[in-house]
């Protein structure tokens, strides 16, 4: 008895903690406390946090002055137990940061874990100290095995939910379809345009069409192949459709840069009013705007979308649907482009390589391409992303690190430029040294 407690004594005194507390501080501190104050500040701290769990391992075994059996046996156990838990985690984690999320997720929880321990069970014995061990991490792995991501924000911070509860698009497929009012394809821009968007929709867009088949999208995306889409496409328009206000990714000039309007930024003095609001799927697709008409792309479980929806109160008008589905960890499911507004079309392109030609009044498919397999390109990790370009006759999407011309009319391949990588940015219009 005299014996063990001198051993207990002498561990007591040996045992250096100071620094361990310290690190983990500075660690947790950086890691969760920096995007606080400065939110841009994300990807340094996540460094930090990885740089801090690197520290703390060689504090333990070089400095603690634990016994050699606990410096190693506890590094040991923490590397098996998230071995483990690697193989249950929830597909979003395991993907997640390119396969690294469970690993930067764990390091600073681990880390905080082997001090707690050390701090709380030097005084107990041998058998005790290692049954709280094994609690603790198994409690922090149980802890990462019941967590799932729904991606990461804009500010690159993981959306963390319990892998059991209901995703915000779960949610909105349970509330049930919506009731749309598509627009006769002759007088739906037109009218949208010309009326007082407080009007309510019933009183100015005609009823659908009797015969549901005169806007049936095809069953597949490649349905309407464009060699046999010459003598459906209609005739170009005889007049010119107003211009867009904004017709696509970034607005006119592809630039981010709205001309001609003051944005108050004073918002204590004049902050923005929330007009309404709407639930939409999952994208990362931005708007594109004309009169009193606004067009975008969500994911609604596996199908893929292009949404037109009434910009003076949310409503939705029509939707066009692909029967696909994206999804990855980063970014989460659905498409990532932006459609483009031209005349009275709009073109799409999804995350797996549709691009469509729509009527922009009601949604009918005009043609319809499988960019993926015209280039015999496979979908890239982030999914396709390119938002098309629309230049005189052509319009133009990036399949990865291809470039890909179509012809409005028809849909037919112009060309295909040279293999240049990979890449998920769009193409863009611009005069570089006169030319």
């Known amino acids: 008895m005299v014996k063990q407690k001198t051993d207990k004594s002498a561990r007591q005194k040996s045992l250096r903690l100071w620094p361990g507390i310290l690190i983990v501080i500075v660690q947790w501190l950086a890691r969760f406390g920096l995007p606080v104050v400065m939110p841009d ?26 016994p050699w059996v606990e410096r ?23 993907t997640g940061a390119q ?6 997720t764990a390091i600073p929880v681990l880390s905080l874990a082997l001090v707690v321990w050390a701090v709380l069970t030097r ?19 149980g802890g990462l095995a019941a967590i799932r991501t729904g991606g990461v924000t804009g500010n690159f911070e993981s959306d963390f939910a319990w892998r059991w509860s209901e995703t915000p698009e779960e949610r909105l497929l349970s509330q049930g379809a919506e009731e749309l009012l598509p627009p006769a394809p002759e007088t739906a821009v037109a009218d949208t345009l010309e009326t007082d968007p ?20 095809p069953e597949k995306p490649s349905a309407v192949k ?81 949404s037109c929806y009434r910009l003076a109160d949310g409503e939705p008008l029509w939707r066009h649907s692909d029967p696909v589905r994206f999804w990855e960890s980063n970014g989460g499911a659905g498409p990532r482009a932006t459609p483009t507004l031209s ?15 729509l009527d922009a ?17 496979k979908v890239p990790t982030w999914g396709f992303a390119s938002s098309p370009l629309v230049v005189d006759s052509l319009v133009i999407v990036a399949a990865a690190g291809d470039l890909a011309a179509y012809e409005i009319a028809t849909g037919n391949p112009r060309w295909f430029g040279p293999d240049s990588g990979w890449g998920y940015s769009s193409p863009h219009l611009a005069t570089i040294d006169g030319v």
């Not at 396969?99 to 930067?104: E, P, Q, T």
């Not at 005349?343 to 030609?357: P, Q, W």
């Not at 009044?361 to 390109?377: E, F, K, L, Q």
């Open 343 to 357: 005349e009275d079309r709009v073109y799409s392109f999804g995350a797996t390589g549709i691009l469509n030609a």
């Open 99 to 104: 396969g690294m999320l469970l690993v930067i």
């Open 226 to 306: 464009a060699d046999d889409a010459v003598a459906a496409v209609p005739a170009a328009p005889a007049t010119v459709k107003p211009a867009p206000e904004w017709p696509g990714f970034r607005g006119p000039k592809r630039d981010g840069i709205v001309r001609g309007t003051r944005i108050e930024t004073d918002w204590a003095a004049s902050p923005p009013v929330e007009l309404w609001r709407h639930p939409v799927g999952p994208g990362w697709s931005s708007f594109s705007v004309r009169g009193g008409l606004i067009y975008t792309q969500e994911q609604r479980g596996e199908e893929e979308m292009v």
């Open 41 to 66: 500040e994300t990807g340094p701290a996540v460094l930090i946090g990885v740089a801090g769990g690197l520290a703390i391992i060689l504090w333990w075994v070089f400095f603690s002055r634990a």
């Open 361 to 377: 009044a009601d949604g009918t498919v005009i043609w319809s391409r499988d960019v993926a397999a015209d280039t015999d390109r």
């Open 198 to 217: 407080a009007t309510p929709i019933a009183e100015t867009l005609p009823a659908p069409p009797a015969d549901p088949a005169t806007v049936k999208t």
């Open 123 to 141: 005084r107990m014995g041998f058998g005790a100290r290692w049954a709280a061990l094994a609690a603790i991490v198994l409690l922090v792995c």
């Open 72 to 94: 190693l046996g506890a590094i040991a156990l923490m590397v098996v137990a998230l071995i483990a838990t690697s193989q249950v985690v929830h597909e979003s984690i395991a």
